[in-house]
């Protein structure tokens, strides 16, 4: 099984647009579809609720790694949790890379760590699961600031 999901897309918008939409736990919050009840911060753990139809039930819970506008934003998660606070061996690494292009932004997505989960079925449905998902949200993300 890979150890990482990797996307790269070209969207059109500027990176200051595309930096908003990603280290704004607001705005990241509209596209992907959590609504949280605070900002991002390193080291501090933000928690919300999915608004994602079907997951509404469901809280993620993000602890923001690294932040280094406009280029690079990390946090680490529990990709099986809903929300249960799990320990350190059962995270992953999510990493947004950007980099401008003239007036658009090229956007390296990258979730990381699945290798060290557990060896139980959740690390491969964890991995099956985001592989999905991040396609979805490449998509949501490309919507919201190309609009």
């Given at each position: 099984?890979?150890?990482?999901?990797?996307?790269?897309?070209t969207?059109?918008?500027p990176i200051?647009r595309?930096?908003?939409a990603?280290a704004?736990a607001?705005?990241?919050?509209?596209w992907f579809?959590v609504?949280?009840?605070?900002e991002?911060?390193v080291?501090?753990?933000?928690?919300?609720n999915?608004?994602?139809?079907?997951?509404e039930?469901?809280e993620?819970?993000?602890v923001?790694?690294?932040i280094q506008?406009p280029?690079?934003f990390a946090?680490?998660?529990?990709p099986y949790?809903d929300?249960?606070?799990?320990?350190?061996?059962?995270?992953?690494l999510v990493?947004?890379?950007?980099?401008?292009?003239?007036?658009?932004t090229?956007l390296t997505?990258?979730?990381s760590?699945?290798?060290a989960?557990?060896?139980?079925?959740?690390?491969?449905?964890s991995y099956?699961s985001?592989t999905?998902?991040w396609?979805i949200?490449?998509q949501n993300?490309?919507?919201?600031?190309?609009s």
């Amino acid at each position: 099984m890979p150890s990482q999901i990797q996307k790269t897309l070209t969207l059109k918008a500027p990176i200051t647009r595309v930096w908003q939409a990603i280290a704004n736990a607001s705005q990241f919050g509209e596209w992907f579809r959590v609504k949280f009840t605070g900002e991002f911060a390193v080291g501090v753990i933000l928690k919300g609720n999915i608004t994602y139809p079907g997951y509404e039930h469901m809280e993620m819970q993000v602890v923001p790694a690294h932040i280094q506008e406009p280029t690079y934003f990390a946090y680490t998660w529990c990709p099986y949790s809903d929300g249960k606070p799990e320990g350190k061996n059962r995270e992953t690494l999510v990493e947004f890379k950007l980099k401008a292009q003239g007036e658009n932004t090229e956007l390296t997505i990258i979730e990381s760590g699945f290798d060290a989960l557990p060896d139980d079925a959740r690390r491969e449905e964890s991995y099956r699961s985001n592989t999905e998902g991040w396609a979805i949200q490449a998509q949501n993300i490309a919507d919201y600031v190309e609009s």
